[in-house]
Nanobody, 119 residues
Framework: QVQLVESGGRLVQAGGSLRLSCAAS????????MGWFRRAPGKEREFVAS??????YYADSVKGRFTISRDYAKNTMYLEMNSLKPEDTAVYYC??????????????WGQGTQVTVSS
């Protein structure tokens, strides 16, 4: 099992940048696919980005603006968000998947971190 803790969410102006972090516990961090999801007010949780052993994946709505990465030495995953828009406002969740090649990791979840983008 892996525990996930997100950080970095805050209020930011439209057009600004933000970096979210997800710290994972456990010695098997490298064996999981990792990802970010978000839930905007009144909407369902949606996929944002993921990173597996073989590739990275992005939702069309964030492609070209967001970058997902992971630091195996620090057991940490990141989401670099640029050119933020008010519609990016949401609670962002870190997730891990047991299939290291999976593109939708959903086996383990963090508690979420709030990102608010003001216009």
């Amino acid at each position: 099992q892996v525990q996930l803790v997100e950080s970095g969410g805050r209020l930011v102006q439209a057009g600004g940048s933000l970096r979210l972090s997800c710290a994972a516990s456990g010695r098997t961090f490298s064996s999981y696919a990792m990802g970010w999801f978000r839930r905007a007010p009144g909407k369902e949780r949606e996929f944002v980005a993921s990173v597996s052993w073989s590739a990275t994946y992005y939702a069309d709505s964030v492609k070209g603006r967001f970058t997902i990465s992971r630091d195996y030495a620090k057991n940490t995953m990141y989401l670099e968000m640029n050119s933020l828009k008010p519609e990016d406002t949401a609670v962002y969740y870190c997730a891990a998947g047991k299939d290291p090649y999976g593109n939708l990791p959903t086996d383990y979840w963090g508690q979420g971190t709030q990102v608010t983008v003001s216009s």
